[in-house]
Structure formats: structure tokens, C-alpha cells
């Protein structure tokens, strides 16, 4: 079955605990993304990558880090985490390099940085 | 940067009626993208329909149809036949060469 997978689905930590939320696609999808939705902002990007090691900023990278080593997995890395990090997170990918197409969303990861 | 702007929170329709959720964007782009991702209760974010701004013809899948208005840069989503699973957060976003932006919602309520 084709999928984004995210792991794990609800993580609750402390501040300043170094975590990874990992995002993996079975589709061989060139295009993947992290978003976080927050109440009233809608989902806002934080990084994408176009193809392995090739990853770019989105609307708020602040915080957060991100790897391409392989092309099925993009995981979400946070240093220090805050509790202005508390969000749910998304990851996706999608058919066209340029994320020009349907984007397939994994089932989100709420974070919560106490 | 682009903007998206979706100026109803909320939304309610009765079941079998119509509603019209709305969406403005803002972009100095020619090309691009437009999209309407339903959420419903279990997060999961779903597809329901594209646009891209090239083609003038509205998009249209079964009940669901836009009005692509590209010069008043609008893109509004039209339901017909409203069913009770439609109950759902919808978000208009808009997507340029990797970036992509969302609306900020609107939660629809279909009452029986």
C-alpha cells in the first residue's frame, strides 16, 4: 500500500530534549515536506527536499533541522526543543520533483514540549 | 511571498444543500497551483481537488467543483449535495516551485 508513514504519533517532551520525528515514503517520491498546524494559522512549511541531499528552508525553519540521506526517509530533527514547538507535525511527499501535484500526507505526530 | 486567505472560520449547511467555501490568494506567480485538502476529525489530510492556473476550465470531482477566478485571484469551493462526511476542516493552498502555503481553514459543519 502506498504511504507516508510518520513515527511517532504523539511524543510528549521536555524542553530542551533533542528528538527526531521520522517521515518515510514507499511511493519513490522525489518531493517531500514537513509542515506544523497550528490553531488558526493553517500548515505552514518548514522544510522540503527535491531530491536526496537536497533539502531547502520553508516559511519557518527556525528551530529545526532536516536530512535527505535516502530517498524514501526525511526525517524532522529538533536540537532544543521549545514549547513554542508544541504543534502537530505532517510530513509529505509527492509524484512531481516541484511538489506540483498531489501532496500524500502521513497521519501527523502531535508534539507536545512541556 | 504568497498569502492565502480563507475569511470564513466557520461554516455550517444543512444535509443535500450547497455551500461555497471561499479562498483569496495573493502572488505575483503566472504559474502555479491550487488546491482544496479536507481534514476531517481523524487529522488525515485529503485531496479534493486541483487546480492549476493554466487551464481555464474549473475543476471539477463528482460534488465537488471551484471557481477559479485567476485575475481576482480567487478560488473558491463549491459542495453539492452535502453529506453528513463532509463534516471536516478545509484548507485552500496554493504551491509555486516547492513552496507551498495554507489557508488558514474553514471548519464545515453539515447538520442532518
Known amino acids: 500500500e502506498a504511504q507516508v508513514t510518520q513515527n511517532p504519533r504523539y511524543l510528549i517532551t521536555v524542553t530542551g530534549k533533542k528528538l527526531t520525528v521520522t517521515c518515510s515514503q514507499n511511493?519513490?517520491?522525489?518531493?517531500m515536506s514537513w509542515y506544523r498546524q497550528d490553531p488558526g494559522l493553517g500548515l505552514r512549511q518548514i522544510y522540503y527536499?527535491?531530491?536526496?541531499?537536497?533539502?531547502d528552508k520553508g516559511d519557518v525553519p527556525e528551530g529545526y533541522k532536516v536530512s535527505r540521506k535516502e530517498k524514501r526517509n526525511f526525517p524532522l530533527i529538533l536540537e532544543s526543543p521549545s514549547p513554542n514547538q508544541t504543534s502537530l507535525y505532517f510530513c509529505?511527499?509527492?509524484?512531481?520533483?516541484?511538489?506540483?501535484?498531489?501532496?500524500?500526507f502521513g497521519p501527523g505526530t502531535r508534539l507536545t514540549v512541556t | 511571498a504568497q498569502t492565502v486567505t480563507q475569511s470564513q472560520p466557520e461554516m455550517s449547511v444543512q444535509e443535500a444543500e450547497t455551500v461555497t467555501l471561499s479562498c483569496t490568494y495573493d502572488?505575483?506567480?503566472?504559474?502555479?497551483?491550487l488546491f482544496w485538502y479536507k481534514q476531517p476529525p481523524s487529522r488525515q489530510m485529503i485531496l479534493v481537488i486541483r487546480?492549476?492556473?493554466?487551464?481555464?476550465q474549473n475543476a471539477t470531482e463528482n460534488r465537488f467543483s471551484v471557481n477559479f477566478q485567476k485575475a481576482a485571484k480567487s478560488f473558491s469551493l463549491k459542495i453539492s449535495d452535502s453529506q453528513l462526511g463532509d463534516t471536516a476542516m478545509y484548507f485552500c493552498?496554493?504551491?509555486?516551485?516547492?513552496?507551498?502555503?495554507f489557508g488558514a481553514g474553514t471548519r464545515l459543519t453539515v447538520k442532518p
Open positions: 509529505a511527499s509527492s509524484t512531481h520533483p516541484a511538489g506540483l501535484d498531489e501532496q500524500y
Open positions: 511511493m519513490n517520491h522525489e518531493y
Open positions: 527536499s527535491m531530491n536526496v541531499e537536497v533539502t
Open positions: 502572488t505575483s506567480e503566472s504559474n502555479y497551483y
Open positions: 487546480q492549476e492556473a493554466y487551464k481555464q
Open positions: 493552498a496554493f504551491m509555486n516551485l516547492y513552496d507551498m502555503r
